[in-house]
């Protein structure tokens, strides 16, 4: 026992240490530190650079694809609405106002509202 090696060892808990790493990267990336450590500002500017880009891009185009089928919708409705497809009940949407409007004169009839307010909503109504 004279001739034995005193080594010491560290003791590695692994619950501790599980504990410090996030869930993703025990599942994907055991091994990998963050991209900090891995590639220089450069590239990670080109990096950013090119995703954003093609972020942006991505947008733009189905930004368009979403304006256009909104506005083809709105001048479907008109086009239906010219041909007689589509018929609107105007006293109905009259006496819908008219209760509207009685509404607004009721809540606007107390002092809670500023008075340029109030005189702009009676303004309206009239």
Known sequence: MSGAKDDTFNVLDLAEYTKNR??????FAPNSG???????????????????????????KVGKLAA?????GFFLLQ???????IK???????RDMNKAKQQ????SSGNKMPPEVKSRVDEDLK
């Open 104 to 107: 607004l004169k009721f809540h």
């Open 88 to 94: 609107v009940d105007w006293n109905l949407v009259q």
């Open 22 to 27: 996030p869930w993703w990267r025990k599942i």
């Open 34 to 60: 963050s991209s900090a450590e891995k590639y220089n500002v450069a590239t990670q500017l080109v990096i950013g650079g090119v995703t954003g880009w093609c972020t942006g891009f991505i947008f733009q």
């Open 79 to 85: 086009i239906a609405n010219h041909t007689g497809y």
């Open 68 to 72: 256009t089928a909104v506005g083809g």
